[in-house]
C-alpha cells in the first residue's frame, strides 16, 4: 500500500511539474501575441512536448489562458484584499499604489489582460472565470468605499477604481521620453491622485 502511494505521489507531482511547463509558455505566449493569434501548437513549441500532451490538461486555449492568468494575479489580489479588510478606511492611497506597480513590474499580465480584451469572442466558460477575478476584485473595492462612508452607488465608484487603475497604466505605457522608472513615478502620482480624488469626495460628505 505504501508502495502504491508513493507511485501515485510521483504521478501527481509528474502531472504538476509537466502543468506548470506549460503554464510558463502560455504565459509568454500569451504577453508577446494578441489572444486570438496564439495556438496550442505555439505553446507547445515553446514547453517543448507535443500539442497533444496540452490537451491532456487544458481542454482548450481559453482555459489555458484564465489558468495563466489567474496564476499570474491571484497571489498580489490576496495582499490587496488583506490590506484593505485589516485597514479602518480601507486604504485606497495604499490599495492604488500597489495595483498601478505591480502590473507595472508584472508588464506580462497586464499584456494578457488586454489583449484579451481587445481581441476575439470570449467563451463562455473563459469569461465566467475572468468575471469572477473582476467580481472579487469590485467587492472589496466596495470594502474600501463603504469603510470610507462614501455616498452614492458604491459598486460604480469600484467599476470607476478598477477602470481608472487600469487606464492609468495603459496610457502610459512605452513613453518615448520617459525611462522605466520615470514611468512607473508618474503612475504613482496618477494614482495617488485618484486616491485623493475619492477621499476629497468622502470628506465632503462629512
Known sequence: MKKNNTLSDLKEKEK?????????????????????????????????????LIYRHFPDQQSLFAETFSRGVQEVFKGLYKTIDESPDGSIEEIARVFIEYFTMHDQYFRMLMNFFMDGSVDRDLFDKLNVMERQMLDNFDIIFRKMKLEGDIR???????????????????????????????RRLVAENLARLFIGLAGRQD
Request: glycine share 2%; proline share 4%; no cysteine.
Open 16 to 52: 504538476d511539474a509537466r502543468r506548470k511547463i506549460i503554464v510558463d509558455a502560455a504565459e509568454r505566449e500569451f504577453a508577446t501575441k494578441p489572444f486570438n493569434k496564439v495556438t496550442m501548437r505555439d505553446i507547445a513549441k515553446r514547453a517543448g512536448i507535443s500539442p497533444a
Open 156 to 186: 460604480l465608484h469600484s467599476h470607476t477604481m478598477f477602470a481608472a487603475l487600469t487606464g492609468i497604466v495603459a496610457t502610459f505605457r512605452n513613453h518615448p521620453l520617459k525611462n522605466d522608472e520615470e514611468v512607473l513615478k508618474h
